[in-house]
């Protein structure tokens, strides 16, 4: 019926998106903010429940949810209630107003920790989360995986005590 009258563009989407991208942004900030002990998993747990909960708010549940093993069955067999294009912008939203500008933050606080603990499930989705994202974000990625692996390098080869907590080679 919306649809019918234009309501849905012309009124609906346009202030649904507004309110949105100013909530997702301000949760962003928080959620930021909150981090204890730059863990930044938490935090990218988050976002992906967020994009989660935005596509079952608007695809059926014959439709694939991309990287939605995290989300509950529940919430994947809720929608739709929006329309496609909706869904997407607010997925949209997501990204780049609660992840987007707190890539670098993140990335600082958190990549070499997890890179430390070989925590290659939440290294796959901080990438997973930054695919969407323009290649500045990518790239940031990239560069602190690559100083992360040369500054190993550099402790390795320095002289001293070289025990590893994994180091499996006899004398």
Same mark, same amino acid.
């Not at 012309?10 to 991208?21: D, E, I, T, W």
């Not at 992906?48 to 695809?59: A, L, M, P, T, V």
């Not at 290649?135 to 992360?148: D, I, R, S």
């Given at each position: 019926?919306?649809?019918?009258?234009?309501?849905?563009?012309?009124?609906?989407? #346009?202030?649904?998106?507004?309110?949105?991208?100013?909530?997702?942004?301000?949760?962003?900030?928080?959620?930021?903010?909150?981090?204890?002990?730059?863990?930044?998993?938490?935090?990218?747990?988050?976002?992906?429940?967020?994009?989660?909960?935005?596509?079952?708010?608007?695809?059926?549940?014959?439709?694939?949810?991309?990287?939605?093993?995290?989300?509950?069955?529940?919430?994947?067999?809720?929608?739709?209630?929006?329309?496609?294009?909706?869904?997407?912008?607010?997925?949209?939203?997501?990204?780049?107003?609660?992840?987007?500008?707190?890539?670098?933050?993140?990335?600082?606080?958190?990549?070499?920790?997890?890179?430390?603990?070989?925590?290659?499930?939440?290294?796959?989705?901080?990438?997973?989360?930054?695919?969407?994202? #323009? #290649?500045?974000?990518? =790239? =940031?990625?990239?560069?602190?995986?690559?100083?992360?692996?040369?500054?190993?390098?550099?402790?390795?080869?320095?002289?001293?005590?070289?025990? =590893?907590?994994?180091?499996?080679?006899?004398?």
């Amino acid at each position: 019926m919306a649809t019918e009258l234009n309501l849905y563009d012309a009124h609906f989407r #346009p202030s649904l998106l507004s309110s949105s991208q100013t909530f997702y942004a301000d949760e962003g900030r928080k959620n930021l903010n909150s981090l204890a002990d730059n863990d930044i998993v938490p935090f990218l747990h988050h976002v992906r429940r967020r994009i989660d909960e935005c596509y079952s708010f608007s695809f059926s549940h014959t439709e694939a949810l991309p990287d939605s093993k995290d989300l509950p069955k529940e919430t994947v067999l809720g929608g739709p209630f929006l329309d496609a294009p909706t869904g997407r912008a607010l997925v949209d939203a997501v990204q780049t107003h609660a992840l987007g500008p707190h890539v670098t933050p993140l990335i600082d606080a958190g990549l070499s920790r997890l890179l430390e603990r070989d925590d290659v499930d939440e290294i796959g989705r901080l990438y997973r989360l930054l695919l969407p994202l #323009p #290649p500045a974000a990518k =790239k =940031k990625l990239l560069e602190a995986f690559g100083n992360h692996v040369a500054a190993a390098t550099l402790r390795a080869l320095q002289p001293g005590d070289r025990t =590893k907590p994994n180091d499996n080679t006899q004398n």
